[in-house]
Every structure is written in structure tokens, then in C-alpha cells.
């Protein structure tokens, strides 16, 4: 157990749909990273938040968007889903960036599937 | 962000040295050397981040030359357990805004 806590799991839906992706980031860290891996594309950065702000933004669509709630944990909602967005989501934590040099805590991730 | 080349894949045999070179000849002068880890369905994992020379952890050894521009994670006695990817990535760890990119890998299979 890494610490940071992915739900749910598996996640199947439908064309057009919506979903929300939770994140619970290790004890301590403020900052989260939302990260896509699919067959083709490989780990994607999405977006990061710092302590609940937005402090780096990648690869993210429009239809993609996330936040960072007061108790560090986070959400990455997905919109108009597509064939394409199926994927492993995962999420990162690390300690506050400006003095952790050890890198990033990675979640067990959530495999999504639109059908 | 610096880009980084390395192999696609390597194999190896159990109780072997391995050795991953990775190459990022626009490496900056914040970037640090991150090695990360991931077997499949699961989340990276991260191995060791070095700056220059060598640093050695439990797991690993990381070389970075003078000049920077490459870096080799080097794990000894590599057992079956070992297959998986390793990502080699370089970024600017200052500041709160990070954005560490992951390439594609190499797919290590360790062979008994």
C-alpha cells in the first residue's frame, strides 16, 4: 500500500457520460498529479494542484477538469466521454514540492472503460 | 521539459548486473534524474533521483556523468521480480509547479 488511495477501481460507462475519479493523497503531502496512461499514449501528465490551487497544467481536455478540496483530497472529473478516454487514471502525491527531491507517490490508479 | 531517449526494451537473467543508460543531451541546470518503476496495472513506482555523480539506494545505483547529459540506473543481481518498465525522466524539481514527464520506457525482462 503506497498510501495514496485511488477509488474507485474499475469504473465502466457508456458513450456520453460523466464520472468523478477520487484521490486521497498520502498523509501529509499537498501536492496531488493527475496522470492518463492509455496502450497508445503512454503516462500523460493531466494537471496538478498544490495545497488546492492549479499549479501545472498538461495534456488535459476541455472535457477533463479536477480540484482539490480543502482536505487535500482530489477529483478528476470526466465529461462526454468517448471510446478514447478509456484508460488507467492515476494520481501522485508528494510533499510540499518546494523542498521534496524524492519524487512522486503513485495510486493503484483506476481503469476506466467507455463502452 | 528535457527529453530523454532510452532503449525500448532489454533483457537479462536472474542474479545478473543490469544497466539502463538514458540519454537527455538538453538536460537544464534545475533538472534532476528521476528513475521510477512500473509493473503492469500498477503505478509507477519511484527508484532513485540523483543531480550528479552517483547515488546508491537499497535498490539501486544512479551514474550521472559530469556533463549531464546521460544517466545510467544500474540494478545488481536483478531477480524475475524485477521485470517491469523503467521510466527514466528529467525535470526541475524547484518550485511548487511540477510537471515530470514520462517517455515510453524500457520494458526490462528478467529470464531465469
Known amino acids: 500500500d503506497s498510501g495514496v488511495t485511488q477509488t474507485p477501481k474499475h469504473l465502466i460507462t457508456a458513450t456520453g457520460q460523466r464520472v468523478t475519479l477520487r484521490c486521497s493523497p498520502r498523509?501529509?503531502?499537498?501536492?496531488v498529479y493527475w496522470y492518463q496512461q492509455s496502450l497508445d499514449q503512454g503516462l500523460q501528465f493531466l494537471i496538478q494542484y498544490y495545497n488546492g490551487e492549479e499549479r501545472a497544467k498538461g495534456n488535459i481536455l476541455e472535457r477533463f477538469s479536477a480540484q482539490q478540496f480543502p482536505d487535500l483530497h482530489s477529483e478528476l472529473n470526466l465529461s462526454s466521454l468517448e471510446l478514447g478516454d478509456s484508460a488507467l487514471y492515476f494520481c501522485a502525491s508528494s510533499a510540499d514540492p518546494r523542498t521534496d527531491s524524492y519524487g512522486y507517490t503513485f495510486g493503484s490508479g483506476t481503469r476506466l472503460t467507455v463502452v | 521539459l528535457a527529453k530523454t531517449t532510452q532503449p525500448i526494451s532489454m533483457d537479462s537473467y536472474e542474479g545478473q548486473e543490469v544497466n539502463i543508460t538514458c540519454s537527455h543531451n538538453n538536460i537544464a541546470t534545475n533538472d534532476y534524474i528521476t528513475w521510477y518503476q512500473q509493473f503492469p496495472s500498477q503505478g509507477p513506482r519511484f527508484i532513485i533521483q540523483g543531480y550528479k555523480t552517483k547515488v546508491t539506494n537499497e535498490v539501486a545505483s544512479l551514474f550521472i556523468p559530469a556533463d549531464r547529459k546521460s544517466s545510467t540506473l544500474s540494478l545488481p543481481r536483478v531477480s524475475l521480480s524485477d521485470t517491469a518498465v523503467y521510466y527514466c525522466?528529467?525535470?526541475?524539481?524547484?518550485?511548487?509547479?511540477?510537471?515530470?514527464?514520462f517517455g515510453s520506457g524500457t520494458q526490462l525482462t528478467v529470464l531465469p
Open positions: 498523509s501529509g503531502d499537498l501536492s
Open positions: 525522466l528529467v525535470g526541475d524539481i524547484s518550485g511548487s509547479a511540477r510537471q515530470l514527464t
